[in-house]
T-cell receptor, first 117, second 115 residues
Framework: DTGVSQDPRHKITKRGQNVTFRCDPISEHNRLYWYRQTLGQGPEFLTYFQNEAQLEKSRLLSDRFSAERPKGSFSTLEIQRTEQGDSAMYLC???????????????FGEGSRLTVL | AQSVTQLGSHVSVSEGALVLLRCNYSSSVPPYLFWYVQYPNQGLQLLLKYTSAATLVKGINGFEAEFKKSETSFHLTKPSAHMSDAAEYFCAVSPRLGGNNDMRFGAGTRLTVKP
């Protein structure tokens, strides 16, 4: 088990372009979360999946953001028409069934850093 | 709604000195409380968690935290700092009963350890 992996680790793009991030959770974990972290702030919840179902979305997740987890394994987070305010670290986390936000530990990836010029 | 406030965005201690990182929480329901650590270029990892079993919680690397309901606090301590403790530390809260699945993190405290 190699833990939660995220790709790419760094992405520099121009305003208006689309970007996609991928997260591969720990294999036996059925819950997957996306967070955003800006400089000097803690992670902010964006959305979470249980298996392939997206169960909750934060109001931070504007219409330009879409997340999927089609087969209940890896997940993608797409940002369309990027804006400079989207520059942040995008964190993915996973947790096993029966645990998670209300009961236990989240296992985080190293994050994908987005810079929008 | 839940939230946490971490007092002090930067804390600097000498090697061997006591580490005290402060966290106060606000929660409308009984909370779960967590401390996570983030080393440079790494993901967050759990240090310890409070889930109502015991008010004094021991975690990895010699850290511990005490849940004080009367003070709505969950401060993180370590008796003797080591150079390897230099990192960013995040306090987090999530609802234990009902509510949503939204874990709220504090803004973080960067710990520097001087030789």
């Amino acid at each position: 088990d190699t833990g939660v992996s995220q790709d790419p680790r760094h992405k520099i793009t121009k305003r208006g372009q689309n970007v996609t991030f991928r997260c591969d959770p720990i294999s036996e974990h059925n819950r997957l979360y996306w967070y955003r972290q800006t400089l000097g702030q803690g992670p902010e919840f964006l959305t979470y999946f249980q298996n392939e179902a997206q169960l909750e979305k934060s109001r931070l997740l504007s219409d330009r953001f879409s997340a999927e987890r089609p087969k209940g394994s890896f997940s993608t987070l797409e940002i369309q028409r990027t804006e400079q305010g989207d520059s942040a670290m995008y964190l993915c986390a996973s947790s096993p069934k029966g645990q998670g936000l209300t009961t236990g530990e989240l296992f985080f990836g190293e994050g994908s850093r987005l810079t929008v010029l | 709604a839940q939230s946490v406030t971490q007092l002090g965005s930067h804390v600097s201690v000498s090697e061997g000195a006591l580490v005290l990182l402060r966290c106060n929480y606000s929660s409308s329901v009984p909370p779960y409380l967590f401390w996570y650590v983030q080393y440079p270029n790494q993901g967050l990892q759990l240090l310890l968690k409070y889930t109502s079993a015991a008010t004094l919680v021991k975690g990895i690397n010699g850290f511990e935290a005490e849940f004080k309901k009367s003070e709505t606090s969950f401060h993180l301590t370590k008796p003797s700092a080591h150079m390897s403790d230099a990192a960013e530390y995040f306090c987090a809260v999530s609802p234990r009963l009902g509510g949503n699945n939204d874990m709220r993190f504090g803004a973080g405290t960067r710990l520097t350890v001087k030789p």
